[in-house]
């Protein structure tokens, strides 16, 4: 059984940065896609950032390219995603998640472990 737990969320400005955590109980090189998902109340899960490992290959929603970097700390079994310039469009829960196969993945439920979720809040 894997566990993910995030940590990092918080409320910010327009423009600042957060970065969040996602540390496992396992190793993340056991992992070989890792990802950062958000949804907001009455809407759909959407996937914000992925990272493949061993190759460290990497895929951005077009929403966040250019301002999140999704990034892995071996050693530390945790990955993160640092998000800067955030804009209150970018307001949401985030959830990482890790699946057994190499993303890119058509189903939410080909991700296999999730977070409990973390709150991010732009204001404007």
């Known amino acids: 059984q894997v566990q993910l737990v995030e940590s990092g969320g918080g409320s910010v400005q327009a423009g600042g940065s957060l970065r969040l955590s996602c540390a496992a109980s396992?190793?993340?090189?056991?992992?070989?896609?890792m990802a950062w998902f958000r949804q907001v109340p009455g809407k759909g899960r959407e996937a914000v950032a992925r990272?493949?490992?061993?190759?460290?290959?990497?895929w951005y929603a077009d929403s966040v390219k250019g301002r999140f970097t999704i990034s892995q700390d071996n050693a530390k079994n945790t990955f993160y995603l640092q998000m800067n310039n955030l804009k209150p469009e970018d307001t949401a829960m985030y959830y990482c998640?890790?699946?057994?196969?190499?993303?890119?993945?058509?189903?939410?439920?080909?991700?296999?472990?999730w977070g409990q979720g973390t709150q991010v809040t732009v204001s404007s």
């Open positions: 998640a890790t699946a057994d196969r190499f993303c890119p993945l058509p189903y939410l439920a080909d991700f296999g472990y």
């Open positions: 396992v190793s993340i090189t056991s992992r070989r896609c």
């Open positions: 990272i493949n490992d061993g190759s460290g290959s990497t």
